[in-house]
């Protein structure tokens, strides 16, 4: 892969509600470390130039510096995140230098992604300027108007989204120099929606999942588990 500077800002504003405690999400312990040090991790693991910025709530910046001291965890710079998660990562990507080629964006609750998507993902960027990770879905779906009538959706035509999602630098800083919008549910949106940039889709993993909730933490204990013994 080619090689080029690359900022990484990793997303980390849960407060736990749907998990059903009182610690955020991505403090939990999965496999005996947290979530986001096993996200910080992957990154600087995949990518060990890249610049790491993680975005927390102000009022978790202290708990984290205090807790992450306790775990080997790689070097990353922590920013004050906003509202919104489109203004938290508006935060990140002015946090991260003006000489990168590249801006990733990762959702701090997504432990999982390996280093070989990582990098496939950097180079789908690098080819098309942009890059979204996506798998197909396995359930089938249908449609439900205001009538409650439903209809069949064709699942061929849908793909399941995840992070990271990758763009040039300068792509996605013009993309958030512009005001919140409802209709921005994660960065390819904003990109599209602000800019003529088509993004494009690159293959996700099924192991790349996001945990917001108890059922998922138990799927995410397998996948740990999993991976400690393939590592062996």
């Given at each position: 892969?080619?090689?080029?500077?690359?900022?990484?800002?990793?997303?980390?504003?849960?407060?736990?509600?749907r998990?059903?405690?009182?610690?955020?999400?991505?403090?939990?312990?999965?496999?005996?470390?947290?979530?986001?040090?096993?996200?910080?991790?992957?990154?600087?693991?995949?990518?060990?130039?890249?610049?790491?910025?993680v975005?927390?709530?102000?009022?978790?910046?202290?708990?984290?510096?205090?807790?992450?001291?306790?775990?080997?965890?790689?070097?990353?710079?922590?920013?004050?995140?906003?509202?919104?998660?489109?203004?938290?990562?508006?935060?990140?990507?002015?946090?991260?230098?003006?000489?990168?080629?590249?801006?990733?964006?990762q959702?701090?609750?997504?432990?999982?992604?390996?280093?070989?998507?990582i990098?496939?993902?950097?180079?789908?960027?690098?080819?098309?300027?942009?890059?979204?990770?996506?798998?197909?879905?396995a359930?089938?779906?249908?449609?439900?108007?205001?009538?409650?009538?439903?209809?069949?959706?064709?699942?061929?035509?849908?793909?399941?989204?995840?992070?990271?999602?990758?763009?040039?630098?300068?792509?996605?800083?013009?993309?958030?120099?512009?005001?919140?919008?409802?209709?921005?549910?994660?960065?390819?949106?904003?990109?599209?929606?602000?800019?003529?940039?088509?993004?494009?889709?690159?293959?996700?993993?099924?192991?790349?999942?996001?945990?917001?909730?108890?059922?998922?933490?138990?799927?995410?204990?397998?996948?740990?588990?999993?991976?400690?013994?393939?590592?062996?």
């Amino acid at each position: 892969m080619e090689q080029r500077a690359i900022g990484v800002v990793i997303v980390a504003g849960g407060s736990g509600n749907r998990m059903g405690g009182s610690m955020p999400k991505q403090f939990a312990l999965i496999g005996g470390e947290p979530i986001l040090v096993r996200t910080i991790n992957n990154f600087a693991s995949a990518l060990p130039t890249a610049k790491i910025v993680v975005v927390l709530p102000a009022s978790q910046i202290e708990f984290w510096k205090n807790y992450s001291a306790r775990f080997k965890v790689a070097r990353h710079k922590i920013v004050e995140g906003g509202k919104e998660r489109f203004h938290s990562v508006k935060n990140g990507i002015e946090a991260i230098s003006e000489y990168v080629d590249l801006i990733a964006v990762q959702d701090g609750v997504r432990p999982f992604a390996s280093k070989a998507m990582i990098l496939n993902t950097v180079q789908c960027a690098l080819d098309n300027g942009s890059a979204i990770p996506v798998i197909s879905p396995a359930d089938s779906f249908r449609a439900v108007d205001n009538n409650r009538q439903s209809s069949i959706v064709d699942r061929t035509k849908l793909k399941v989204v995840q992070t990271p999602q990758i763009f040039e630098a300068s792509l996605i800083r013009a993309a958030y120099n512009t005001t919140f919008d409802p209709r921005f549910t994660d960065d390819a949106s904003v990109v599209e929606t602000t800019t003529r940039h088509k993004v494009s889709l690159c293959e996700g993993e099924k192991t790349n999942i996001k945990i917001t909730t108890p059922d998922d933490m138990i799927i995410g204990e397998a996948i740990a588990l999993y991976i400690k013994e393939s590592c062996k």
